[in-house]
């Protein structure tokens, strides 16, 4: 067994080295690492040196959506055993503070989320991670779509967030991966008009292909006025902002029915956004955000694998691990294409 890493050497430039092969320490596995997805934030570090507040300083290791085999357990390790198939959820909490106390560990403070500087992330052929954030596929569902559960955990918590229900009208705003597994969600919720709003035309088709009931592209029309006429001036139930765009963050108001719910999704690069709260004020809406997840990966499995939710649309692209640099190049040079790519490590 030979462990490999990629490293963003600098920015845009990727590097395969060896790297020591990690030992599982007590209930943690070790994990032969089979697919890792390409997130929004692995091509903001990789093309920016940062995403958000978190500065990439030194040799990085990128990758944070990933599933594979287990092969090796530590101590005490009871409810994994070799040859299992699992995804990692990425994001090891503290266990003790009162966001993890109340099962909201999401909001941890001290939180060790993979490719977050400093913490490294999973671009690499073995990893050694903890018992209880490794969740068993079904025979049904490949590591491939186990690399997805991360991403699809965001929609989920958005839909959750939003509580979306049976018969709800919903518009998503952005079309991207996150945008799209979105939509799935909403769809597996029950939501039975949902209106996805991009400005590029692949994307949108994307999102019809999805199940989409209608899509609108801003850049030809008024978007606002667009959902006001499908609900003849109400609105919808939830609006749910993926996009993290300044104008469309501020687009929400206009589009949420009396008493509906806004959701919170995308993050933008701007920190402060304007925002009508007159239409606040007068309609009553729920204002929810997203960070992250939690407690989502067993039911996104469960539904990955009973046919609810189908992740396998959402990947565009695949490249061998030896061509990361390549993935990356094509991530940022291709954006309007790539709705999400993966690198197939083994
Ligand atoms: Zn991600
Ligand atoms: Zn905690």
Not at 241 to 259: C, D, L, N, Q, Y
């Amino acid at each position: 067994m030979k462990n490999r890493g990629a490293f963003m050497t600098d920015l845009d430039k990727m590097e395969i080295r060896d790297i020591p092969m990690p030992e599982p320490k007590e209930k943690e596995v070790l994990v032969e690492l089979e697919y890792v997805g390409i997130c929004g934030s692995d091509v903001h570090y990789f093309h920016d040196g940062r995403c958000g507040s978190y500065v990439v300083d030194g040799d990085f290791m990128l990758g944070h959506e990933c599933a594979g085999t287990v092969v090796e357990l530590g101590e005490g390790v009871e409810n994994l055993k070799v040859g299992d198939r699992v995804a990692l959820e990425p994001g090891i909490t503290c266990g003790q503070c009162e966001f993890c106390k109340s099962g909201r560990y999401n909001l941890c403070p001290d939180v060790q989320f993979l490719a977050t500087p400093p913490v490294q992330g999973c671009y690499e052929n073995y990893i050694a991670f903890p018992e209880n954030m490794c969740f068993k596929l079904p025979d049904n569902i490949s590591t491939k779509e186990g690399a997805l559960v991360e991403p699809l955990s965001v929609g989920m918590h958005a839909a959750n967030q939003g509580n979306v229900q049976l018969g709800d009208s919903v518009v998503i705003l952005g079309a991207g991966c996150i945008g799209l597994v979105t939509l799935l969600a909403c769809k597996a919720h029950g939501a039975t008009d949902i209106t996805v709003v991009d400005v590029i035309p692949k994307r949108l088709d994307y999102a019809m292909k999805l199940g989409a009931t209608r899509v609108i592209n801003g850049k030809e029309v008024d978007a606002i006025e667009e959902v006001k006429k499908i609900t003849n001036g109400a609105g919808v139930d939830k609006v749910m902002e993926t996009a993290g765009s300044p104008f469309t963050i501020k687009e929400t108001p206009f589009m949420v029915k009396r008493g509906g719910t806004i959701v919170l999704v995308g993050i933008s690069a701007q920190e402060t956004v304007e925002f009508n709260f007159a239409q606040i004020m007068d309609k009553e809406p729920e204002i929810k955000s997203v960070f992250r997840y939690r407690n989502i990966y067993p039911q996104a499995i469960a539904a990955i694998s009973d046919g609810l939710i189908d992740v396998s649309g959402i990947v565009t692209h695949e490249f061998d691990f030896d061509n990361i640099q390549e993935a990356f190049d094509c991530a940022i040079n291709n954006k309007d294409d790539v709705v999400k790519a993966v690198i197939k490590i083994k």
